[in-house]
């Protein structure tokens, strides 16, 4: 389906970094997840994961009790721990919508509501409608967020709306130009019209992503999207393209043609996987590099050396999820063991986790921070790949990174009160540097993690573990 061409060989970043970093090969095999799913016996896991009800052993792979009691961990984190959170502190019962700039204790910092949580949002509840739990009250809560952002849908054919709002709805900090608010909006909207069986929010949701398409293409878009990576002082790069952008089209570009196909949203998902699969791959280093020029070239100053990893890791699922729409194998094969490259090349082998920022290729410069949500992705992809393909490496991987996730991030983990899990932290994740981090909910990496992996959990258990006919 695609050509394989010679290069097939949410917020501003700290400055923790390090340089000349000694890199060893990612090992697979931790101790709790190992027990998880491979059957170490159960004096080798820790007493806080068995307190966790996390599965003492099973059968050589993914399969049997196990993974059953997997899926039903997931089934608490989600239903038992995240939604009743959300529904008691964030979301907003008087006005619709989510207020996310509340701490791990339910306190809120201010009502103000942000335009790319409220397009998150609508699809976190409305995918959790379609998917998992047909209740209303999941649908009303898309609904209202629904409704509270089409009330301030912003004028112009190619305007934008404001990036943090007031409760009610009053715009407090503009776009900028910036699409990704827009982008996750579009998300939202399909997948809300798949929920009511209302096609004019699909259509809506298309609209949208063709406008954002069309100031993406400008060749003086977002001039300052460097600073992201690289700090205030990070040269001028307007018109990059940006594999961060590419990412949320190809995502709401699967999911919508999944729905309704068009030629158009098509279009735009070619478009995506070509500019990830042809050109952001640098051969030089089989990495990804973040930015690139207008015209696809690889810059020939700093930003060549620049690898946000935890996109890379992120969209490269998200690619994997394309190539399996398409069912195209020999597609899911390359963006599969390029997922491996990243994961393998981020993952920190003193304290565990992957890093989500590769400054500097040649340097070994990283950012030293750990994110939940890159963690996240790694538990997403990897799973996704062991379903279809039954690799050793992917579920090794998942092994690790979900002993390292469930041992670091959830907060009743470390005795802290609260259901949620920590967003992010230093290097080791430490609970008293992540109080001083701004107060908010993230809502919607970590849900999509859950429900994401719950699925695919319950289509494995419906094989009985074996791999899927997706590619025979």
Known sequence: MYEHTEAN????????????????????ASVGATA???????????????????????AAKLAGPSLRELKEQYRRDL??????????????HEYGGFMCNTDYTGERVND??????????????????????????????????????????????????AKELTRDGKPLV??????????????GLAEYSKATGQREYWDMAKQLVLKCVRLYDREDYRPNIGQTYLGN????????????????????????????????????????????LNHHYNPAFRLNNELLNHDLSRPTNEYAQLVYTGHCIETLWMMLSEAARLKDKKLFDTFAERFRRHVEVAWDDVFGGVFRNLMNVEQNSWTLDKVLWAQEEVLIGSLFIFEHTSANWAREMFNQAFD???????????????PLWMYGGNRKVEF?????????????????????????????????????????
């Open 112 to 161: 103000n509501k942000l335009s790319w949580f409220e397009g998150r949002g609508i699809w976190v509840y409305a995918f959790l409608y379609n998917n998992l739990a047909k209740q209303e009250k999941y649908l009303e809560v898309a609904r209202r967020s629904v409704e509270f952002i089409l009330k301030i849908k912003p004028q112009g054919a190619d305007a934008l709306w």
């Open 174 to 187: 503009s776009a900028d130009g910036e699409i990704y608010g827009d982008l996750f909006i579009a998300e």
């Open 36 to 58: 998880l799913l491979l059957g170490t016996p159960l004096s080798a896991v820790s007493q806080e994961l068995r307190d966790r009800h996390i599965p003492s052993g099973g």
């Open 9 to 28: 060989f949410e917020e501003r970043l700290g400055h923790e970094s390090v340089q000349d970093m000694d890199r060893r090969k990612f090992l697979g």
């Open 79 to 92: 239903f038992n721990d995240f939604l009743p959170f959300m529904e008691r502190y964030v979301i907003d």
């Open 404 to 418: 390292y996730v469930q041992n670091t991030f959830p907060l009743k983990m470390k005795k802290h009160g609260s």
């Open 233 to 276: 002082d990070a040269r001028p790069f307007p018109g990059a393209r940006i594999q961060g952008v590419w990412m949320v089209l190809i995502r709401a570009a699967t999911q919508m043609q999944e729905m309704h196909t068009d030629a158009e949203i098509e279009k735009i998902a070619k478009r995506s996987v070509d500019a990830v």
């Open 432 to 472: 008293e540097e992540f109080k001083t981090r701004p107060k908010r909910v993230e809502n919607y990496h970590h849900p999509r993690h859950l429900m994401l992996n719950l699925l695919c959990l319950e289509r494995m258990l419906k094989r009985g573990g074996r791999v899927s006919n997706l590619f025979t």
